[in-house]
C-alpha cells in the first residue's frame, strides 16, 4: 500500500535539463554548412549589436541571455559571431547546439557539436552535450555511448555520470542509476541540477537518509519554492521524522490555504502517527478546500479499510468520491479491497471465497477503466485474491 501512497501524492521533482524545449520567436529555417563547420553569416532577426564591437566573451554572454529567454534567433546571431570571433570557443559551440535544439533543430545541433569535437575531441563537455541531444531524441544507445566516452576522458566529470544515470533509470535499473547520481552528486554536490536528480532517486528507493541533506540544502538555495519544500516534507515522513514534516506541512498550509495537498500530507502524517483523529480532520479539510481532490477520498478511504477497518464508513467516502468522478478506476478497486478485507475476517471459507470473488470482480471494473497508475495494483490484487481462494477451497476439501 506504500506504493499507492506515493503514487497518488508524490509530486514529481522538476526535471531541469541541460537544453530548452521551447520555440523559437523567429521563422527562418537554420541549417548549418555540410562541411561540419558554423555557418557564421548574419542570420534574420533583430542584430542587438548593430555599430558596435564585441568581444568574443561578450557575444556569448549576450547569446546567453537570449538562450535563457528562450528568442533562439537572437541567440543563434550572437553565438555565431563569437565563434567567428574566437573559433575554438567551446562554449559557445556547445550552446549554439542547445539553442538550435530549442528551436527543433536536431541536426543542426548535432553538426554544431560535431563541428566542436573536431576542434577539441578530447572535451568531456562536448561528449555530454552530444550524449543529452541523443538521450532527447530517445537515441539512447547513442547517448549512452557519449555518456560513457565522456566518462573515460575525465573520470571526475560530474555531468556523465548524471547522464548515465539517465540511462539506467530510463531502462527502469533504479539502483545502478542511483549509484551514479550519488557518484555525481560527490563529485559535484553544489550542483542543484545532480542535487535534484539526486535525491529524487534516493526517495524513489525509500533512501530517506540519503536524500533529506540534500533537500535540505536544496530548500535553503530556494526557500520559496513549493515542490521541494513538500518533497522534503515527503523524505521526512519517509524517515518517520514527523515533527518535522509537520512543522513544514503546516508552515505552507498558512502560506496556501486553498491547495488541498498540503492537508492531505498533513492528514497522512498523522496518520503514520497513529492519530487517527486529527488524519480524519485533515482529510476533511483537503476535500473542503478542494472537493475534486481525488487522492483525498481516496487515501481517507484507505485509512478506514487498513487501519480502522470501519468498512461502512470506507464505502461512503467512496461513494463521494464517485460523485466527483465516476469513471475513477481507485473507486471499484478500492471498493475490491473492502470485501479482500472483509473475507480475511470470516472464520467460514466458503463465505470467504464468495467475498474475494466480489472482490475480483470489482478490480476487474477497475481495471477496465484503462488507468495505469492503478492497474499493476489492481493486478497484484488479483492475484493474492486468488491464492486465498486456492487456499479456502483446499481447506473445504480437506488438503
Known amino acids: 500500500m506504500k506504493k499507492i501512497i506515493i503514487a497518488l501524492i508524490m509530486l514529481s521533482l522538476v526535471y531541469m535539463g541541460c537544453a530548452s524545449t521551447g520555440t523559437s520567436n523567429g521563422t527562418k529555417n537554420v541549417t548549418a554548412a555540410d562541411t561540419g563547420e558554423i555557418d557564421t553569416g548574419v542570420v534574420i532577426g533583430e542584430d542587438t549589436t548593430a555599430n558596435n564591437t564585441h568581444s568574443a566573451q561578450e557575444y556569448y554572454d549576450i547569446g546567453y541571455s537570449h538562450y535563457t529567454n528562450k528568442e533562439y534567433d537572437l541567440a543563434e546571431n550572437m553565438l555565431k559571431k563569437a565563434i567567428a570571433d574566437s573559433s575554438n570557443f567551446i562554449s559557445a559551440y556547445?550552446?549554439?547546439?542547445?539553442?538550435?535544439?530549442?528551436?527543433?533543430?536536431?541536426d543542426a545541433a548535432e553538426k554544431t557539436l560535431f563541428a566542436a569535437r573536431n576542434k577539441n575531441p578530447n572535451?568531456?563537455?562536448?561528449?555530454?552535450?552530444?550524449g543529452r541531444l541523443y538521450y532527447d531524441m530517445g537515441n539512447y544507445s547513442k547517448a549512452d555511448s557519449m555518456f560513457n566516452r565522456s566518462l573515460q576522458i575525465d573520470?571526475?566529470?560530474?555531468?556523465?555520470?548524471?547522464g548515465?544515470?539517465?540511462?539506467?533509470?530510463?531502462?527502469?535499473?533504479?539502483?545502478?542509476?542511483?549509484?551514479?547520481?550519488?557518484?555525481?552528486?560527490?563529485?559535484?554536490?553544489k550542483n542543484e541540477e545532480i542535487a535534484i536528480a539526486f535525491s529524487k532517486a534516493a526517495v524513489s528507493l525509500n533512501k530517506y537518509q540519503d536524500a533529506i541533506p540534500v533537500l535540505e540544502w536544496l530548500s535553503s538555495q530556494h526557500p520559496r519554492d513549493l515542490?521541494?519544500?513538500?518533497?522534503?516534507?515527503?523524505?521526512?515522513?519517509?524517515?518517520?521524522?514527523?515533527?518535522?514534516?509537520?512543522?513544514?506541512?503546516?508552515?505552507?498550509?498558512?502560506?496556501?490555504?486553498k491547495y488541498a495537498p498540503i492537508f492531505t500530507r498533513i492528514a497522512q502524517t498523522y496518520e503514520q502517527m497513529r492519530q487517527y483523529s486529527y488524519a480524519k480532520q485533515y482529510y476533511e479539510k483537503a476535500i473542503e478546500v478542494n472537493p475534486k481532490s481525488e487522492p483525498a477520498y481516496y487515501l481517507y478511504a484507505q485509512m478506514y479499510i487498513e487501519k480502522l477497518k470501519n468498512f461502512s464508513k470506507a464505502r461512503a467516502i467512496l461513494a463521494?468520491?464517485?460523485?466527483?468522478?465516476?469513471?475513477?478506476?481507485?473507486?471499484?478497486?478500492?471498493?475490491?479491497?473492502?470485501?479482500?478485507?472483509e473475507a480475511g475476517r470470516l472464520s467460514s471459507y466458503s463465505k470467504a471465497i464468495k467475498k474475494l470473488k466480489v472482490a475480483i470482480k470489482y478490480?476487474?471494473?477497475?481495471?477496465?477503466?484503462?488507468?495505469?497508475?492503478?492497474a499493476q495494483y489492481a493486478n497484484s490484487r488479483i492475484r493474492y485474491a486468488n491464492k486465498r481462494i486456492q487456499y479456502y477451497t483446499q481447506k473445504i476439501e480437506g488438503y
Open 227 to 257: 515542490q521541494i519544500k513538500l518533497n522534503l516534507g515527503d523524505a521526512y515522513v519517509g524517515a518517520k521524522k514527523y515533527s518535522n514534516a509537520l512543522a513544514i506541512f503546516k508552515q505552507l498550509a498558512v502560506q496556501m490555504p
Open 164 to 189: 548515465l544515470g539517465l540511462d539506467c533509470q530510463m531502462r527502469h535499473e533504479d539502483r545502478k542509476a542511483f549509484a551514479f547520481y550519488k557518484k555525481a552528486y560527490k563529485l559535484d554536490p
Open 320 to 341: 463521494r468520491a464517485e460523485k466527483i468522478n465516476p469513471n475513477s478506476a481507485a473507486v471499484p478497486i478500492l471498493r475490491g479491497d473492502i470485501y479482500l478485507y
Open 94 to 106: 556547445i550552446l549554439l547546439a542547445h539553442t538550435y535544439e530549442g528551436m527543433g533543430l536536431n
Open 155 to 162: 573520470s571526475t566529470y560530474a555531468y556523465a555520470c548524471l
Open 123 to 130: 572535451n568531456p563537455k562536448i561528449c555530454y552535450s552530444l
Open 363 to 374: 478490480y476487474k471494473m477497475g481495471l477496465a477503466k484503462n488507468d495505469p497508475s492503478w
